[in-house]
């Protein structure tokens, strides 16, 4: 598996994986994104298709925001969206941020033991966030050096990476 970023012939793929995760959709943030905040946008790679991204952005100064991530269900629980998050904290921590959050659905219990587990903590609820009313979990985390380098041993352990250049 290789983690890069992403490139505007990924479009379609990252559409594709975005559409079976999410039930809102705006295909137009993603290109928008691209143009925007190129060194955060990453996809997983896996026998040359896109199997999964990653897309942040600056929210302040001091913190990054994921806005999303997601990956193909056929390669679920197989480690990837662990290995997509360290790689954004890597480019994240590497462009000065301090912080970093997201917000994921208070239904989505999964993901919430993945974040808590990676270090985020639950900061607050964002009451009918989503568009069909379901309440938001804001929740943060503090990059920080000795954290990332042992993310990059977890790595390695998990599923070997390589980082292509740009």
Same mark, same amino acid.
């Given at each position: 598996?290789?983690?890069?970023?992403?490139?505007?012939?990924?479009?379609?793929?990252?559409?594709?994986?975005?559409?079976?995760?999410? @039930?809102?959709?705006?295909?137009?943030?993603?290109?928008?994104?691209?143009?925007?905040?190129?060194?955060?946008?990453?996809?997983?790679?896996?026998?040359?298709?896109?199997?999964?991204?990653?897309?942040?952005?600056?929210?302040?100064?001091?913190?990054?925001?994921?806005?999303?991530?997601?990956?193909? @269900?056929?390669?679920?629980?197989?480690?990837?969206?662990?290995?997509?998050?360290?790689?954004?904290?890597?480019?994240?921590?590497?462009?000065?941020?301090?912080?970093?959050?997201?917000?994921?659905?208070?239904?989505?219990?999964?993901?919430?033991?993945?974040?808590?587990?990676?270090?985020?903590?639950?900061?607050?609820?964002?009451?009918?966030?989503? @568009?069909?009313?379901?309440?938001?979990?804001?929740?943060?985390?503090?990059?920080?050096?000795?954290?990332?380098?042992?993310?990059?041993?977890?790595?390695?352990?998990?599923?070997?990476?390589?980082?292509?250049?740009?």
């Amino acid at each position: 598996m290789i983690i890069r970023q992403f490139e505007p012939d990924d479009f379609q793929d990252v559409l594709l994986i975005e559409m079976e995760a999410f @039930s809102e959709h705006n295909p137009f943030l993603y290109i928008n994104f691209y143009e925007t905040n190129r060194d955060y946008f990453l996809v997983a790679q896996a026998g040359g298709s896109v199997v999964g991204y990653v897309v942040g952005y600056q929210l302040t100064e001091m913190e990054g925001r994921i806005f999303s991530i997601a990956v193909n @269900s056929e390669y679920k629980n197989c480690g990837i969206g662990t290995q997509l998050l360290y790689a954004i904290f890597d480019v994240l921590y590497e462009n000065a941020f301090q912080y970093v959050s997201l917000e994921v659905r208070a239904s989505n219990k999964g993901a919430q033991k993945l974040y808590r587990r990676l270090g985020f903590v639950p900061c607050w609820i964002e009451e009918g966030y989503y @568009s069909d009313g379901e309440d938001g979990i804001i929740m943060k985390m503090r990059l920080h050096q000795p954290f990332l380098l042992n993310a990059l041993k977890i790595k390695e352990e998990v599923v070997p990476i390589r980082h292509e250049p740009v």
